[in-house]
């Protein structure tokens, strides 16, 4: 089976936090690449509980994209935690986990745009 990628966010306790995070995952569900949002707090799934859902499913290969800005201590700390026991728990899986945003150029490059943009003229 293909990756799937688990768009791994921070949550908050407002529902309507979460509209980015699920549209993300519309779009890459649209573009044929099968997402599931997954939270360090507040909300559900959490990141154990969605690894969980797909192994169940069968999928076997699990890209963890952390839409965080930047490596703080949630991505330095708390993540290579749950990552570690998540392994011990599905050891048939295989995990990655990309950068952080902000360590992307492409993202920086498409902020930077968009704030250029909404310049007055």
Known sequence: MSTTIILFAHGARDPGWAAPVHELAVRLHKAGVRAEPAFLEHMQPD??????????????????APLFLAQGSHLKRDLPAQLEAMKLKH?????????ALGEDE?????????LLARLDP
């Open 106 to 114: 492409a993202v920086l490059g498409a902020i930077v745009r968009s």
């Open 47 to 64: 990141l154990e509980s969605a690894v969980d859902a797909l192994a169940s499913d069968g999928v076997t290969d699990i890209l963890i």
């Open 91 to 99: 050891p048939g899986l295989g995990f990655r986990v990309a950068p």
